[in-house]
């Protein structure tokens, strides 16, 4: 059984960056296809990219393309979604989320919640 | 891209209620959809995918389905555990999900 387990809460000052890890076991790290989706506060969840961790491939949503990185680190099969220039409005919760066949979310880490506030 | 939108947004129930959450799709999805429990402080868990798929250990009292635009999930007999929040998500076209259907107690 997947387990994905991610790094603790953050809280920022608008304008900086965070990085967020997802630390996978349980399944060959490399046959996985790892998903990030936020939640803020009392609003639906949003689909923000993911990687195949076999090649480090990308895909973002446009929403967040221009903020958003997610990357790999096989060694430590642990993958890392990096959003930058934070607003109070990328107060929220993030999960990773595993992609079965890719595309259903069928295994999701704890969540990481993320603070933006001056 | 493609809009979900799920009705009714609170649903008041009893245990042992029949319960059914729908979810409709701005442009046809075929059967390309997910339905996910989520409880206060929890990650949303998968309930039932490609429409009526019910995942391993997903009580049978949860049935989906539906395809092209319209999707239903039903809870046969509402239990006490199964007060929650109800997300669809289309994985047609990327991922989008519904606003969610809070399951609540009459």
């Known amino acids: 059984q997947v387990q994905l387990v991610q790094s603790g809460a953050e809280v920022k000052k608008p304008g900086a960056s965070v990085k967020v890890s997802c630390k996978a076991s349980g399944s060959t790290f490399t046959d996985l296809a790892l998903h990030w989706v936020r939640q803020a506060p009392g609003q639906r969840l949003e689909w923000m990219g993911w990687i195949n961790a076999a090649n480090g491939y990308t895909k973002y949503s446009q929403t967040f393309q221009d903020r958003v990185t997610i990357t790999r680190d096989t060694s430590a099969s642990t993958a890392y979604m990096e959003l930058t220039s934070l607003t109070t409005e990328d107060t929220a919760v993030y999960y990773c989320a595993r992609g079965l066949r890719y595309i259903i979310l069928d295994y999701w880490g704890q969540g990481t919640l993320v603070t933006v506030s001056s | ?106």
Do not use: H, N
């Open chain 2, 1 to 106: 891209d493609i809009q979900m939108t799920q009705s009714p947004s609170t649903l008041s129930a009893s245990v042992g209620d029949r319960v059914t959450i729908t979810c409709r799709a701005s442009q046809s999805i075929s059967t390309w959809l997910a339905w996910y429990q989520q409880k206060p402080g929890k990650a949303p868990k998968l309930m039932i995918s490609k429409a009526s798929s019910l995942e391993s250990e997903v009580p049978s009292r949860f049935s989906g389905s539906g395809s092209g635009t319209e999707f239903t999930l039903t809870i046969s007999s509402l239990q006490p555990d199964d007060f929650a929040t109800y997300y669809c998500q289309q994985y047609s076209s990327y991922w989008t999900f519904g606003q969610g259907t809070k399951v609540e107690i009459k």
